[in-house]
């Protein structure tokens, strides 16, 4: 006798077949998303750092290298501190291109700081922190006389990334 179809255990194998495949692929999946979270904000740093080269390179060139002050490189939006790059966020989206990513200041403290996190809005102070999946950028400083702060302009950045 010719068989012209599949039998119900033959469906029923298949079926199960297919739901033990897709049990062990989904976790690897959600794993994938949270690395390729990872990566984009790692990349942003390796690309704030090359961006600081160049920035700095310019600096360099006018003489403007060491400015105490944020100062302005002449004829360009880029602003420079002590040897690096300016980090306030409009000084970032001038230096480098920042499609996909939130660049922002919540002016918590007295230092010079600013957030990066992956998004097409901004978000509040507490939305960030629920979030949990972004970078903070610092620049190093040293108290002096107990009130004189002097930015000793290292880039500092502490990755939040338990939410991503």
Do not use: W
Request: contains cysteine.
């Amino acid at each position: 006798m010719k068989s012209k179809g599949f039998t119900l255990i033959e469906l029923v194998v298949v079926i199960v077949i297919l739901g033990i495949l897709a049990a062990t692929a989904v976790p690897k999946f959600i794993n994938l998303q949270r690395d390729a979270r990872i990566a984009s904000l790692d990349g942003f740093v390796g690309a704030l750092k090359a961006a600081n080269s160049i920035v700095m390179s310019k600096a360099t060139i006018v003489g403007i290298k060491s400015a105490k002050v944020e100062t302005n490189i002449p004829n360009t939006d880029l602003y420079v501190l002590d040897g690096h790059m300016s980090i306030k966020p409009e000084h970032i989206k001038a230096a480098m291109n920042i499609e996909g990513f939130m660049v922002t200041n919540y002016a918590l403290t007295m230092t010079r700081t600013t957030f990066v996190y992956l998004a097409d809005k901004e978000l509040t102070m507490p939305e960030l922190r629920a979030l949990n999946c972004f970078i903070h950028l610092t620049r190093s400083y040293t108290q002096q006389d107990g009130s004189n702060v002097i930015d000793t302009g290292d880039l500092k950045v502490n990755e939040f990334y338990d939410g991503c």
